[in-house]
Every structure is written in C-alpha cells, then in structure tokens.
C-alpha cells in the first residue's frame, strides 16, 4: 500500500476508535490533535526504511530490505515504546496536553498494525517475522495502490470535516466537490496508462457517487445533524466492508484460477490470484509451472466457466528460455538469487544482441502495461562471447 493511503488510514482510525479531532484544526494542540497525529505518524513509520536508499547504492533493497525489520510484528512493540516516548519528551517539552504513555504506546502500536496489515493485503509481500524468519506472505487481496479505499478511508474525514462548521457548510462542500469531480476521470487515465483500463460506467458512477456526498448532504441540511466522529466511524466501517468482500472475491478468483491448473493438468510449483485495478471483480491468475508461468485474467462477476469453456478462456502462457551456459552463470550470481528468492513467479528470458548475450529474470505477478515490454521488477544481465558479465541489474520500464 502506498505511504500517503497509510497516513490517511492511520487518521481514520484515530478519529473513529479513539476520539482523535482533526489534525490541523485552529485550536491549540490537545490531547484530540496529539491522538490523531500519532497513530498517522505511527500508520507511516514502517516505510520510513526507504531513507536507506539515500545511504546506499544497493539497488536491491526495495526487495531486500523494504518491508521487512520496521514492518516486523516481533520489533512492533520496540517501535511503539520508542516512538511513544518521543512523543511524550516533545509534548512535555511543548507543554501540550499528552495521552498516558502506555496510551500513547497503544495509540503507536495500533498505527503500526495498521500499516502491516495493509501491506499484508497487497501481493508485494511483507517480512512480518523479521528477523527472526526473512520470508515474505503475501494476502493477494488488494492491489497495491487502490484508489477505492483510499477514497473510503480519506472521503468520511473530509466529509466529517465540511459538516463541523455549520455556517461554512455550503461553500466547503462545493469546494470539495470541485476538487474531486476530476479524480475518476485522472484515476482512469492512470489505469489507461498501467493497461488497466476503466469503464466510462465506473467513471459515470464514481462521478455521481462523489456529488451525492458532497452536494446532497448539504442542499439538504441533514449533513450538519450528523456527528463528527460518525462520519469517521462510517468511513471506518465502510473500509472494513470493502476489504472483506476483496476477501470473498478473492476466494472465487482463486478457486477458478485452481480449476484451471487442475482441468489443464498444470504441474503447479505456486499458484495465486492477484488483484487488478479497479479491483474487487477483476483478478490476475497466475500458476507457475517446472517451464514458464500461465496467466488467467478473470472477471469474477461473471459466472463461472465450465472446465470446457475455461480452458477456451483466453490465457497466456510465458515460457522460461531453454538452458544455457549463460542463464546457468546467471543463477549463480548472489543478486539473482535474491531475485529469485523474492519473485513468486519468476520467467527467465534469452536473447541476443549481437555478441552480447542477455538474461532477464521478470516476476510476472507485477502488471505488465504490454505483452512486449518487461514485467515490472525484471532483472536483467549481460555476457560479452567469453562469459563476463557486462552488466547487471533492474530493467528500466
């Protein structure tokens, strides 16, 4: 999940389970404000590890070292009690009105959880028992920006936040209005860009959805009746809601992307489905098989195949390259190993350019805007004639 999703999750949480008041109001700071901002900084602290690139020229770290120690469950309560008694020393330097600590660390831990959690969900993969296990699980149930629960997590602040002030209602929800009404059409470029293209339906309903917020609310008065913090419990709920039925979409995906593998009598080494932007209905099924990676896009609002017509379903299958001396010599290279010790469904690819011979390693479980350009993590490496590398490292898309 991205950093900024987890912040506006982090306040979400502070507004709706702990009484927290909004972070930039005009008054001074107070217990409220102290409340929200600590679980938004302890909801973005475990990304705080990307400042290691800026130290190192490692340039496998992002799957190395991103998400594992500070998204460690065994370190989280280390976390918690060092970023509570931070907090604490700055209020009291400050003299703001400050939580207990043991509140504070609770307030912390519940931040941090958060941020796990939601990475969990993605497919990127989490080191949640760092250091004392350095695997990766991966939920599969979002992807890993999605703009739908960024909306359900961020809209109900903003919302609580336009119907606080009942003499500024009109002029606050018009202007949110006219911020937002541009979002579904720049969401749908970005997925045009990623090739995931989004319907002018969804575009449409998401338009309509955003005036019915903001404008219906507040031409009708019943917006004010509704207490601060049940906008933010509502937002709350609403996200809980949305994530369990990508649990059960993801349920169907993956026992249809099962079905295929067995009526295709697939040799599966992994198998998984993944999610697709805008998510929820659409699913990437992925199976990894002793020579290449079969791929099934499916749309779970459909009813479901029968083995004749899901084998007829349009699939593609990316085969590895046959054995050679120079993909032998690359797998024994250590950062190739840490390639393949990171993708779930690796591809490996040969070609040549000339005298140069070239090895890419891409894991498909990443979008691909196009069949002909590498997935999104594909490592490549180059051999002049003799067998020397020339060089080594991620393919740029």
């Not at 770290?61 to 469950?73: A, Q």
């Not at 307030?107 to 990766?136: C, E, K, N």
């Amino acid at each position: 999940m991205d950093t900024i999703t987890h912040g506006i999750a982090g306040a979400l949480i502070g507004k709706a389970v702990f009484q927290g008041e909004d972070m930039f109001a005009l008054r001074p700071v107070n217990r409220g404000r102290i409340i929200t901002w600590s679980l938004m900084l302890g909801a973005i602290f475990p990304d705080s590890d990307v400042f290691r690139d800026f130290f190192s020229s490692d340039k496998l770290l992002i799957i190395t070292w991103h998400r594992s120690l500070t998204h460690s469950l065994v370190l989280l309560p280390l976390w918690a009690v060092i970023l509570a008694a931070i907090t604490q020393a700055f209020a009291c330097w400050r003299k703001w009105e400050v939580p207990s600590f043991a509140m504070l660390t609770a307030i912390y831990a519940v931040g941090l959880l958060s941020h796990i959690l939601l990475d969990l969900v993605t497919s990127f993969g989490t080191m949640i028992w760092s250091p004392l296990q350095w695997s990766r699980p991966a939920w599969d149930l979002i992807f890993i920006v999605d703009f739908t629960l960024t909306a359900l997590f961020l809209v109900p602040q903003l919302l609580a936040w336009v119907y606080s002030h009942p003499e500024k209602v009109k002029s606050r929800a018009l202007g949110m209005w006219l911020v937002f009404l541009p979002a579904p059409l720049l969401i749908a470029r970005i997925g045009e860009i990623v090739g995931a293209p989004i319907s002018g339906r969804v575009i449409l309903g998401a338009t309509l959805i955003f005036t019915a917020l903001f404008l219906l609310p507040a031409l009708q008065g019943w917006g004010i009746k509704i207490k601060h913090d049940n906008w933010n419990r509502a937002g709350f709920i609403a996200s809980l809601v949305y994530v369990a039925l990508a649990l059960f979409a993801h349920h169907l995906a993956f026992a249809r992307i099962q079905k295929f593998a067995e009526v295709d009598h697939l040799q599966v080494q992994s198998i998984g489905a993944l999610a697709l932007p805008p998510s929820l209905w659409h699913w990437d099924g992925l199976v990894r098989t002793p020579r290449g990676v079969y791929e099934l896009r499916m749309d779970v609002s459909e009813k479901s195949a029968s083995e004749t017509e899901l084998l007829a379903h349009e699939h593609h299958y990316y085969p590895d390259a046959y054995p050679n001396s120079y993909i032998d010599a690359a797998r024994l290279l250590p950062e190739v190993q840490k390639v393949m010790w990171f993708s779930r469904f690796p591809v490996t690819r040969f070609h040549k350019e000339g005298d140069v011979a070239v090895v890419e390693i891409s894991d498909i479980r990443f979008l691909q805007t196009r069949r002909d350009r590498p997935a999104g993590f594909t490592y490549r490496v180059r051999f002049d004639i003799n067998g020397n590398v020339l060089s080594k490292g991620w393919v740029a898309r």
